[in-house]
């Protein structure tokens, strides 16, 4: 029974890695729109264009992939008065567990494809990514000194290799798909629903890994690893959407300045 339990704890703090991921990337995107002040509309609407129509299209495959019935997809459509910008209807059958597993994988979507596909965007423009200079293993790793060395040196390759058009493209695409990567309320409250159904899935595949097969130990440290690798994948976009927070937040205050000058 002990073991069990350690076994249980490990996981726990295995999961918890792209958790953070995911709230850091969710602090950056509230402190970008933030910073935008009165341009946040125009600014939301912009960046829409590609965000939200990847957001929409992360929901549209993995809730087919599970089965899910699409009804409607809506990839870019402002809607002022119900404050959406896309969506996708879907139904689905309560008492299918596979049904139930698509529902937290497709309200979480975004976070991952996403990450996913702002990592290939910068390996095609020749930008760096993050995974090759550290890669984020648990919460304790957010705040040594090799990770605060690692991603400055990170950021520092970043814009050193911002020279060419492609380049600049692809970090522009990067930042719309980023600033929109995060799950919605809605996409959130779907996602609870299937929240037991994978935590039985994950917890048997542990255990039987854990206690049964004998090649335990690889198979475990892959499976760590790439829900490491995902999870640095995701703070990587995260990092992208603080540094653009950071610069609209010192530009908003100058624009300030300005008009008050002016006034």
Known sequence: MEILQLALVELGWVLSVPLIAACILWCANETYYRSLGDCKKKAILFTGLVGVTAHEISHAIIATAFGLKVTKVVF??????????????????????????????????????????????????????????????????????????????????????????????????????????????ADLEGSIKGVSSVLIVIMAYWCVVKFISNKSNALIEVSIQSLNYISTAILQLALISSVAAIFLAGLGVIINLIKKHMN
């Open 76 to 185: 870019f459509k402002a809607d002022p008065e119900s404050k959406t910008l896309g969506y996708v209807n879907f139904n689905y059958n309560p008492n299918s567990f596979i049904n139930s597993l698509g529902l937290l994988f497709t309200g979480l979507s975004p976070l991952f494809f996403g990450a996913l596909l702002v990592y290939f965007l910068f390996d095609v423009a020749g930008l760096p990514n993050l995974q090759s200079y550290f890669v984020l293993t648990d919460h304790r790793g957010l705040t040594s000194s090799v990770a605060i060395s690692s991603t400055y040196l990170w950021l520092q390759d970043v814009y050193l290799a911002i020279d060419t058009p492609l380049a600049i493209l692809n970090l522009i695409i990067s930042l719309m798909i980023g600033v929109h990567a995060t799950p919605s309320l």
